[in-house]
């Protein structure tokens, strides 16, 4: 009888809760995570786990923008030159630009006022308001029907087509039962400004569904996992090398964002310096009247 007890254990395994593979488990959430977030906002990561656009006050862009329309290829090129002088790299300030200087000059010139253009004025697609809709329609699915009909849109947006992302749409379609006992859980955010939230719970419960365990186990794994010593990411060698105490990380991918985050915003105010410094540059420059007449001379003759 003990052999025969003693099969069966080893047979059936330990009781209790199965070990769950925190590495596939994190990979399904940052996916569904990317794709809840493109569907709502037209990006796969939200603002703040993206590249600041600006450090700019709004005052400062307004005041570049229309310094930079004001200027002329000619007068952004010797500008650009005059930057380089700054950094002691010795420059031709006289020598006049020819097409290609100008070609490259009102290109880099033509971004710059589109980009603080959109920094003052951010404009929001058609499409992504589209799938803003989607998203919406989404959480007030109520039946099998409603969700399989509103992953069908979802599907079909060309940026879901451009980044490959069709799928996501088809799991939750495949896995309706569960996506729809998820939002009637007492525990999925209900309130007006979590947004955020619904997100998260709803990529960590998708994230558990697909390897093969419960969503409410995908949110509570995820949601209470360690990122200090100990937890299932924590990095203590890199190869066959210890890593020093300071340099010991967890590498899940919240944390790699959170990283790469803070590198971006370090790197983010010199270069908000550095264009500040061109505007002031620029803002005192003006190409002489040669270089255009230069310029003018060659049309009339192409002419």
Excluded at 5 to 17: D, I, K
Aim: charged share 30%.
């Amino acid at each position: 009888m003990a052999l025969i007890g003693t099969l069966w254990h080893e047979f059936m395994g330990t009781r209790g809760p199965k070990p769950v593979d925190y590495g596939l488990l994190s990979v399904w959430e940052f996916e569904f995570y990317k794709a809840f977030h493109l569907l709502r906002d037209g990006y796969a990561l939200p603002a703040g786990q993206r590249p600041p656009v600006s450090g700019l006050s709004r005052s400062e862009a307004s005041s570049f923008l229309a310094m930079l329309k004001r200027m002329s290829d000619e007068d952004y090129y010797l500008a650009t030159r005059k930057l380089t002088a700054e950094f002691d790299r010795h420059v031709n300030l006289e020598r006049p630009p020819i097409s290609v200087d100008r070609l490259w000059a009102e290109s880099q010139r033509n971004e710059e006022i589109l980009w603080l253009e959109r920094l003052l004025k951010p404009q929001r697609p058609k499409a992504e308001i589209a799938g803003m809709k989607i998203w919406r329609d989404l959480l007030r699915a109520n039946t099998y029907a409603d969700v399989r009909k509103v992953c069908g849109r979802w599907s079909r947006l060309p940026a879901v087509l451009r980044a490959g992302l069709t799928p996501f749409p088809d799991h939750v379609r495949t896995n309706a039962a569960q996506f729809l006992a998820m939002k009637r859980n007492k525990r999925f955010p209900k309130s007006a400004y979590g947004d955020d939230s619904r997100i998260e719970f709803l990529a960590r419960g998708m994230a558990g569904i697909m390897v093969n365990v419960s969503p409410l186990t995908g949110v509570e794994r995820l949601r209470n996992m360690k990122h200090s010593p100990g937890g299932p990411f924590w990095t203590e060698r890199e190869g066959n090398q210890p890593l020093p105490r300071d340099r010991q990380r967890c590498d899940c991918w919240r944390c790699n964002i959170k990283r790469g985050n803070e590198l971006t915003k370090s790197l983010q105010g010199p270069f908000d310096d550095g264009f500040r410094v061109f505007m002031q540059i620029a803002a005192e420059t003006k190409a002489p009247k040669e270089w255009k007449n230069r310029l003018l001379r060659w049309v009339l003759r192409k002419a």
